[in-house]
Structure formats: structure tokens, C-alpha cells
């Protein structure tokens, strides 16, 4: 190695993977090594002692890979990214957005006596239709001895002769004749 005179000595990085080698430099000075150095990025450099603004970070909730940090049911989607909500797509409350399964509501008339009744239903929209009293849902008489669809409880008891002086325009049912039994005892 030559010799210098120390008024001559050059200070400076004399390793050539440095950032700042000096070719000329005759005595070691400061190395810089320029990279990332947070040690909490994706793209650390240990060997970088002056960090050259090019750190990269995960996205929030994921690591460096892209993986989530938690995802309790491993279907890609972080947990603090889930949306609960109701996945059924036949559902009145469907969320498309919902990885997570939430409550479904189906609407319908929920009330088993009602002739719309709908069993898939969970939630009452108010659409219940209730057969008229004494009828059933198709508006036949559940009562109707005589089958002249008039109910039974819907009878009107009076003369049905048009001539008779009592004569019951609104009689449905007539009334007979009063026979005196006999009493067997
Ligand atoms: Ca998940
Ligand atoms: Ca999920
Ligand atoms: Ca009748
Ligand atoms: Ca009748």
C-alpha cells in the first residue's frame, strides 16, 4: 500500500457496495448504505443504515403477503373486515355484502289461521287474510246442515210462504209445524 502523507489523506467510504464509495478516499470514513430501515415494513433491509424513503407496509389487518393477521373462519376475509348479515339471496333482508351469516327475514303472514298463511315466513308483514266468520277460506259455510249455503249460524227462521200473512222475506229456513208429542213415560 502506498504511503500518504496525512495532510493528504482523503476521508471516506472506501467499501465499494456503499451508496457513497469513494474511489479516492485513502483513510475509512462513513458508509452509507442506503434501504429501508423499519424493521416493521415488508421490504426491511438490515444491511441499510440511511433509510431511503422506499419502506412498504402491509395493508391494515393483513401481513406482508396479503394474508390476514386474524381470519377465524379462513375465508380470506379478515375478521375486523366480516360483514354480518343475511346471505340467503331468497331472504327479504339480503345483504350481498355479508361474509358472515346474520339473521334472515322472510315476510309473509306468519299467523297459522289465516288463509294466506305462509309457513316459510318468520316475519309478519301485516298481509294475513282472515276467512270471513262462519266460512271457510274458499267462502263455504263450515256449518251448513241443510247445504243451501246459508251457515247454519246465519239462518233466519221464519214463514217463507209468500202468502202466508207472516211471511219472512229474509227467511232462509222455514218454520215447521209444531207437533204436539207424544210423552212416554
Ligand atoms: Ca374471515
Ligand atoms: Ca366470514
Ligand atoms: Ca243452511
Ligand atoms: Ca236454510
Do not use: H, K, R
Request: net charge negative; glycine share 10%.
Amino acid at each position: 500500500m502506498a504511503m500518504v502523507c496525512d495532510e493528504l489523506e482523503i476521508v471516506g467510504c472506501m467499501d465499494v457496495f456503499a451508496n457513497n464509495y469513494n474511489s479516492l478516499a485513502t483513510d475509512p470514513g462513513f458508509c452509507e448504505y442506503l434501504g429501508c430501515t423499519d424493521a416493521s415494513a415488508c421490504n426491511y433491509d438490515m444491511d441499510a443504515n440511511t433509510d431511503d424513503g422506499t419502506c412498504e407496509y402491509p395493508e391494515e389487518y393483513y401481513d406482508c403477503n396479503g394474508i390476514c393477521l386474524n381470519d377465524v373462519d379462513g375465508d380470506g376475509v379478515c375478521d375486523e373486515l366480516e360483514i354480518a348479515g343475511c346471505q340467503d339471496p331468497s331472504a327479504d333482508n339480503y345483504n350481498s355484502l355479508a361474509t358472515d351469516p346474520g339473521s334472515c327475514e322472510y315476510l309473509g303472514c306468519t299467523d297459522a289461521s289465516a288463509c294466506n298463511y305462509d309457513m316459510d315466513a318468520n316475519t309478519d308483514d301485516g298481509s294475513c287474510q282472515l276467512p270471513e266468520e262462519y266460512y271457510d277460506c274458499n267462502g263455504i259455510c263450515l256449518n251448513d246442515v241443510d247445504g243451501d249455503g246459508v251457515c247454519d249460524e246465519l239462518e233466519i227462521v221464519g214463514c217463507m210462504d209468500s202468502s202466508g200473512g207472516n211471511y219472512n222475506p229474509l227467511a232462509t229456513d222455514p218454520v215447521f209445524p209444531v207437533f204436539i208429542t207424544d210423552v212416554w213415560t
